[in-house]
T-cell receptor
Framework: DQQVKQNSPSLSVQEGRISILNCDYT??????FLWYKKYPAEGPTFLIS?????DKNEDGRFTVFLNKSAKHLSLHIVPSQPGDSAVYFC??????????????FGKGTKLSVIP | GAGVSQSPSNKVTEKGKDVELRCDPI?????LYWYRQSLGQGLEFLIY????????KSGLPSDRFSAERTGGSVSTLTIQRTQQEDSAVYLC??????????FGPGTRLTVL
């Protein structure tokens, strides 16, 4: 049973427009959410995060929105650039004991920004 | 500074053989995680080490999988009697407690 779902495996956006990547989760114990970006043959790199006590966090062109009642978060990239083309993973964190904040990942959304 | 490094970057093995995958975390990071990403899937948590505490092994899929972390630094993930379903990219991450996890480039394991 997937606890973190990214229902769109791929997304294509024109350069300069907004990219919106969506993520849904089922576990109400998740208290911290992250977006990672992954290029081929590289490990995921941290992009932006949000605590469950907030509903928005902004960092430059990237904004993450959290709707706790809907158990939904989204990543907005504006304006989108060709270098943003990558696979984006949504991840959720919960404390699992003994200091472990393991991450539960979605399957990823492949973003293609078309010049 | 240096990031998380993993070796080998690629490993092809025959079904039934044992493999060892290595992770060198970022210096000073006390926590180390192993994940794997199977084709078309998200990253799946395998095991977590924090300092000298007993590891959290709750994600290991079977008793063929084990991991060690020596001296609180380098970690080795061992898969015994590999099966074709073990084929995946194995990713290591490290962090300071409660900080962002930083990932290595991964080891792509192919079991023939």
């Amino acid at each position: 049973d997937q606890q973190v779902k990214q229902n769109s495996p791929s997304l294509s956006v024109q350069e300069g427009r907004i990219s919106i990547l969506n993520c849904d989760y089922t576990n109400s114990m998740f208290d911290y959410f992250l977006w990672y970006k992954k290029y081929p043959a590289e490990g995921p790199t941290f992009l932006i995060s949000i605590s469950s006590i907030k509903d928005k966090n902004e960092d430059g062109r990237f904004t993450v929105f959290l709707n706790k009642s809907a158990k939904h978060l989204s990543l907005h990239i504006v304006p989108s650039q060709p270098g943003d083309s990558a696979v984006y993973f949504c991840a959720a964190s919960s404390y699992s004991g003994a200091g472990s904040y393991q991450l539960t990942f979605g399957k990823g959304t492949k973003l293609s920004v078309i010049p | 500074g240096a990031g998380v490094s993993q070796s080998p970057s690629n490993k092809v093995t025959e079904k039934g053989k044992d493999v060892e995958l290595r992770c060198d975390p970022i210096s000073g990071h006390t926590a180390l995680y192993w994940y794997r990403q199977s084709l078309g899937q998200g990253l799946e948590f395998l095991i977590y080490f924090q300092g000298n505490s007993a590891p959290d092994k709750s994600g290991l899929p079977s008793d063929r999988f084990s991991a060690e972390r020596t001296g609180g630094s380098v970690s080795t993930l061992t898969i015994q009697r590999t099966q074709q379903e073990d084929s995946a990219v194995y990713l290591c991450a490290s962090n300071r407690l409660m900080d962002t996890q930083y990932f290595g480039p991964g080891t792509r394991l192919t079991v023939l």
